[in-house]
């Protein structure tokens, strides 16, 4: 996951957020904690929130306001649970995520007060507005929580899928085979009404097309067939 992403903290009132936000930074490969004006840091409460992500509180960086901490950033995103009556260009996270995954150079996520959120200024200063939709009717995230939602979005954006998320699908003539054992078994059984196999054999095509089945799979389902065979006999 390449690591251009600052996670920026706009005057945060409990150090408790800070820690839970590098928590949640550090669960998902970010490291860039940039922290403005904060009430409470560093503090002992943000250090045991943060519940082994240390190393990213002793780097995250403090700026006296929100210019200071966007200095050499290019995409901006702002987040904000309040609509605003000027309106900007809006994301959600995975939105977001994906174009922060694609942007050259710095990027940073504002984030702003727990009991106010962002500033119609401090908006000024973002390139997108960024919103996570809750029920209407209760929609503001504690901040540390919002961290993680969005720090997670860019993890699946940007983090290459590990060889076990990529099973090599199974090819069009091994899927053949096993449907072709499929409907030898099936008649074998007398399940499948030699006369009219096509019906059935068709929905049964449909079914397991829709399962996308690996090379692994196909395999296991052949062995059972076979074992189905041998039983019968």
């Not at 490291?31 to 045991?48: G, M």
């Not at 002793?58 to 995103?77: K, N, P, Q, S, Y």
């Not at 959120?117 to 908006?123: H, I, K, P, S, V």
């Not at 399962?211 to 065979?229: F, K, M, Q, S, Y």
Request: overall charge negative; charged content about 25%; some cysteine.
């Amino acid at each position: 996951m390449k690591d251009n992403v600052r996670i920026v903290l706009v005057e945060t009132t409990h150090p408790g957020n800070i820690g839970a936000a590098a928590r949640a930074m550090k669960n998902m490969g970010l490291s860039q904690l940039y922290l403005v004006r904060p009430q409470r840091f560093p503090d002992a409460e943000a250090t045991a929130r943060a519940a082994g992500a240390d190393d990213l509180l002793a780097r995250a960086v403090v700026c006296d306001d929100l210019d200071e901490a966007l200095t050499g950033c290019g995409m901006i995103v702002g987040a904000s649970a309040r609509a605003r009556k000027i309106s900007w260009p809006q994301l959600d996270p995975r939105a977001a995520a994906a174009r922060l995954a694609s942007a050259g150079g710095e990027a940073a996520v504002v984030f702003g007060r727990e009991h106010a959120g962002l500033t119609n200024e401090e908006l000024d200063r973002c390139t997108y507005l960024l919103t996570i939709p809750t029920v209407p009717e209760f929609s503001s995230l504690n901040v540390a929580a919002a961290v993680q939602v969005v720090s997670y979005e860019l993890r699946m954006a940007t983090a290459p899928p590990s060889p076990a998320d990529q099973p090599h699908l199974a090819t069009a003539d091994q899927r053949e085979r096993f449907y072709q054992h499929l409907e030898q078994v099936l008649l074998d059984l007398e399940f499948l009404d030699p006369a009219n196999p096509k019906h059935l054999m068709r929905r049964l095509r449909r079914l397991f097309n829709r399962v996308e089945l690996d090379e692994n799979e196909v395999h296991i389902l052949r062995g059972i067939l076979t074992a189905v065979e041998r039983k019968a006999l």
